[in-house]
């Protein structure tokens, strides 16, 4: 897995967590989606069914805007029974002791804790940030914080954190292009002409 990902750390420790309650899953594929579902993170474990109750396999998927959700799987890992968010996460970043717990239950027995978890990782707030410049990068701009040169005749500008910008683009009319160049102007990062 590459390691230059925002979410590297918050993958390393749910998966050291899985393989400490000894239900380490069979396969752990973490990535970033691409620019048309904005650079997001996400991380994908699956178990398949030698490695559960023999039933069939299970997966739990990630997305670092949306949490948790987690799916049945049939004997094959291509066949989906079900899929639903889990509920018993308040958190997108639960600890990757509750999502071991979790895990647990469903690799052994196919069923939801009845628990609730609600408490955050001690490193959420970092991979959030990481994630964030990581997406600033990839649009051209620099990661929050950072001094740039404007090349509009200032002499820097600084984007304070919790500081945004609201911009409303008409899907019907703006073309990607156009929304791109937007959302670049609206950070101070004019596109070449």
């Known amino acids: 897995m590459p390691q230059g990902l925002a979410h590297w750390p918050y ?14 899953p069979g396969t752990v594929r973490a990535d970033c989606h691409g ?13 398949d069914a030698s490695r559960t109750s023999g039933r069939g396999g299970i997966r739990l998927h990630w997305e670092e805007r ?10 094959s890992p ?8 889990l509920p ?20 052994h027995r196919r069923r939801l804790p009845e628990d ?11 991979v959030r940030a990481a994630a964030r ?6 649009l051209g701009l620099p990661p929050v914080g950072q001094q740039e040169a404007g090349g ?24 990607y292009e156009q929304a791109i160049a937007a959302v670049r102007a609206a950070y101070g990062r004019h596109p070449a002409v």
């Open 152 to 175: 509009d005749g200032r002499t820097g500008w600084e984007i304070a954190e919790g500081a945004g910008v609201q911009l409303t683009i008409d899907t019907q009319t703006d073309t």
């Open 116 to 126: 609730e978890y609600r408490t955050e990782w001690d490193g959420a707030r970092a």
């Open 78 to 85: 291509a066949d989906v029974l079900f899929y639903s968010v």
């Open 11 to 24: 993958v390393q420790a749910v998966d050291e967590a899985l393989a400490g309650r000894g239900v380490p």
């Open 35 to 47: 620019l048309e579902r904005g650079f997001s993170a996400y991380m994908r474990l699956t178990w």
């Open 133 to 138: 410049d990581y997406r600033r990068i990839r």
């Open 66 to 75: 949306t949490g948790w959700a987690y799916a049945l799987l049939g004997l």
């Open 88 to 107: 018993t996460f308040r958190t997108i970043f639960p600890t990757p002791q509750a999502v071991a717990d979790v895990a647990e239950n469903l690799v």
